[in-house]
T-cell receptor, first 116, second 115 residues
């Protein structure tokens, strides 16, 4: 089955700096890679996702890059703000193939702290 | 915006008791999931459900677990005889379809505490 590794487990940055979180996956059939933000005691919420036919996707201060050959994908947050402080999870699934249940395999999470 | 809802928000039970966790997925969604998150750990897949049957389950989802869609709106997870290690946050998620839009929407979770 799929295995997703995520680094670092904790990350502290000064407000205004950039934060980068990296994930690797094992199953070459995975082609959908979402990132979820989870605030303390709350549900995971999708912040950005990328499909395997795209190398990069950006949404305001958040961007995700994907290297299918190396099976790496990364989350980049620029101009970090205190409200970005949360746990971020990467995930992978085999989406859009027309078969299967497309369950998500999550990484272990990165606790991001943005210091004002 | 429609959301996945779950009840109860917190369930405390004695070891060996049965619990039923309830979810109401988003109304036009076709795929339903249960995940669990042990405190401080990652979210783990338990089971997926499509067209009134289980489509995939993980090794965690043993004979103590079952899922059901008893009517057109609810989706339930039953744990027959709870163990201490079942203590976790249980998230329900739903997904519209398999064609081109893959986002899974998560509910707020049910915190299960087994004493």
């Amino acid at each position: 089955g799929e295995n997703v590794e995520q680094h670092p487990s904790t990350l502290s940055v000064q407000e205004g700096d950039s934060a980068v979180i990296k994930c690797t996956y094992s199953d070459s059939a995975s082609n959908y890679f979402p990132w979820y933000k989870q605030e303390l005691g709350k549900r995971p919420q999708l912040i950005i996702d990328i499909r395997s036919n795209v190398g990069e996707k950006k949404d305001q201060r958040i961007a995700v890059t994907l290297n299918k050959t190396a099976k790496h994908f990364s989350l980049h947050i620029t101009e970090t703000q205190p409200e970005d402080s949360a746990v971020y999870f990467c995930a992978a699934s085999e989406g859009d193939s027309g078969a299967g249940s497309y369950q998500l395999t999550f990484g272990k999470g990165t606790k991001l702290s943005v210091i004002p | 915006e429609p959301e996945v809802t779950q009840t109860p928000s917190h369930q405390v039970t004695q070891m060996g008791q049965e619990v039923i966790l309830r979810c109401v997925p988003i109304s036009n969604h076709l795929y339903f999931y249960w995940y669990r998150q042990i405190l401080g750990q990652k979210v783990e897949f338990l089971v997926s459900f499509y067209n009134n049957e289980i489509s995939e389950k993980s090794e965690i989802f043993d004979d103590q677990f079952s899922v059901e869609r008893p009517d057109g709106s609810n989706f339930t997870l039953k744990i027959r005889s709870t163990k201490l290690e079942d203590s976790a946050m249980y998230f329900c998620a739903s997904r519209r379809d398999f064609s081109s839009y893959n986002e899974q929407f998560f509910g707020p979770g049910t915190r299960l505490t087994v004493l």
